[in-house]
Structure formats: structure tokens, C-alpha cells
T-cell receptor, first 111, second 117 residues
Framework: EPEVTQTPSHQVTQMGQEVILRCVPI?????FYWYRQILGQKVEFLVS????????KSEIFDDQFSVERPDGSNFTLKIRSTKLEDSAMYFC?????????FGSGTRLTVV | AQKVTQAQTEISVVEKEDVTLDCVYE???????LFWYKQPPSGELVFLIR??????QNEISGRYSWNFQKSTSSFNFTITASQVVDSAVYFC??????????????FGKGTLLTVNP
């Protein structure tokens, strides 16, 4: 069964550093997403991406965040200057006719 | 605006008991999709079911069953004869179907299910 692949599974970074989270969506899906889950809380939508541009973003997705599809397979989330409160699980997802699939997540810890 | 409410924060049962997890949703869309996901301690989101708003038939998959009632805007999930491996956080989610590119999921806060031996 097709999967959404996220790397790395865990990342520890120092406050103020830039971090890039990577995702490979399912190949025939056209819509891509990032979600965030702070420990013990619900999963929150960050951004959706379609046709090489952001289609919707939440109030969480401020100027510190950016997304990119640098080639035909990868979809990345960049946090420019990480803060302690960015510590969370970040999920990538993609959707198409076949469904809505999440990756296994990247646990980001900012110290 | 879309909203999903899972009023049960935590449920604890003994193995082999049946348990129902409640989900109530709000949406103005006439077409929408409802999902349930399981999140085990390892953290990934495991897809359980997707149901569209035009299909109100209840569904059964092994020990799992889902009761969709548009009249009460509810999409409840029942585990029959629960097992320890069912222990996890369960999330209900809603996706609008109004077209365009807005396909984000709105999640409830989740219900932590603990099944004790």
C-alpha cells in the first residue's frame, strides 16, 4: 500500500536554528499538507499545498514557516528560527482519489 | 467554520468490554467526510475509516463498528470485546467537501482509551 514517508523521525535542534522537515507524498496525490500536534493535544492544520502554491494556511503558519516542493517528489516544511513552543510532532499528509494518508510524523524537540 | 467535539477525554475499560467513543461535528457543508484515526503510543496516525455525508449506512469491520447519524451530527465508534492492543488515543476528524483546494481535516481533541487486562 502506498505510504507517505517522513524524515527524520526525530530531530533535536537548538532554539533559533533553522530546521527542515521532509516528506515524500504518495506519487499520484495532488494535495499536500502539514499538521502539528503538541504533546497531549489535538492534531492541528498548518498548511495545504496544491499546484505548487499554498492553498490555505492557519494562523499558526506565520512568517517563520514556509513550504516548498523542490522537485517532483519531496515536500518540505521549513521553520526559520525555532522557538521552544515549536516542539511538537509534525505530520505530513497527502490526498487524492485514493484517500487521505498521513506520514508517521517527525518529532521535533527544540532545546 | 467546522468543529469536531469528542466529549470523552479518557475512558478506561476492562478487557472484553464493549466501548463506544462519541464524536459530534458541526459543518455548513452539505457534502463532507468523516474520519476516525487511532494514535498508539508510538505516535503515528492510523487510518480506521472514512465516511461521506451521503452514506449513512453503519459499517462494521471486525470488532469495530461505526454509527453515522446526520440527524444528530454524530459519528460514533464502537469497539466490541476490547483488547489491550486497542489502548490508544482515538481521533475523529472532519473534512469539508465544498470543492476547491480546501481539503484540510479538522480534528477533535481525541479520546484516550485504556483497556486493562
Amino acid at each position: 500500500e502506498p505510504e507517505v514517508t517522513q524524515t527524520p523521525s526525530h530531530q533535536v535542534t537548538q532554539m533559533g536554528q533553522e530546521v527542515i522537515l521532509r516528506c515524500v507524498p504518495i506519487s499520484n496525490h495532488l494535495y499536500f499538507y502539514w499538521y502539528r500536534q503538541i504533546l497531549g493535544q489535538k492534531v492541528e492544520f498548518l498548511v495545504s499545498f496544491y499546484n505548487n502554491e499554498i492553498s490555505e494556511k492557519s494562523e499558526i503558519f506565520d512568517d517563520q514557516f514556509s513550504v516548498e516542493r523542490p522537485d517532483g517528489s519531496n515536500f518540505t516544511l521549513k521553520i526559520r528560527s525555532t522557538k521552544l513552543e515549536d516542539s511538537a510532532m509534525y505530520f505530513c499528509a497527502s490526498s487524492g482519489r485514493g484517500g487521505y494518508t498521513f506520514g508517521s510524523g517527525t518529532r521535533l524537540t527544540v532545546v | 467554520a467546522q468543529k469536531v467535539t469528542q466529549a470523552q477525554t479518557e475512558i478506561s475499560v476492562v478487557e472484553k468490554e464493549d466501548v463506544t467513543l462519541d464524536c459530534v461535528y458541526e459543518t455548513r457543508d452539505t457534502t463532507y467526510y468523516l474520519f476516525w484515526y487511532k494514535q498508539p503510543p508510538s505516535g503515528e496516525l492510523v487510518f480506521l475509516i472514512r465516511r461521506n455525508s451521503f452514506d449513512e449506512q453503519n459499517e462494521i469491520s471486525g470488532r469495530y463498528s461505526w454509527n453515522f447519524q446526520k440527524s444528530t451530527s454524530s459519528f460514533n465508534f464502537t469497539i466490541t470485546a476490547s483488547q489491550v492492543v486497542d489502548s490508544a488515543v482515538y481521533f475523529c476528524a472532519l473534512r469539508g467537501g465544498s470543492g476547491g483546494s480546501n481539503y484540510k481535516l479538522t480534528f477533535g481533541k481525541g479520546t484516550l482509551l485504556t483497556v486493562n487486562p
